[in-house]
């Protein structure tokens, strides 16, 4: 069982988690519908990856049509 020898202080143990923090998102605005979106990602509003249709849109059914 691992036991420490000296106490680690909370300047040293801080400065050892400071590498450790999460990084906040980078959207990107889509070239097809100007929607925010992951970059290198396909577009979850539209379906579009670099001007090219990857997964087809879901379209909306009106209930009155049906």
């Known amino acids: ?8 202080s909370k300047s040293r143990r801080n400065n050892r ?3 450790d923090s999460l990084t906040a998102a980078n959207p990107n605005e889509c ?3 100007g929607e925010l979106k992951r970059p290198h990602h ?3 509003s ?21």
């Open 31 to 33: 070239d097809n519908c």
């Open 42 to 44: 396909i577009c979850p």
């Open 17 to 19: 988690r400071s590498h």
């Open 1 to 8: 069982m691992a036991v420490q020898q000296n106490k680690v």
């Open 46 to 66: 539209c379906g579009h990856y670099a001007t090219k249709e990857v997964i087809t849109a879901d379209v909306e059914l009106d209930e009155d049509a049906a």
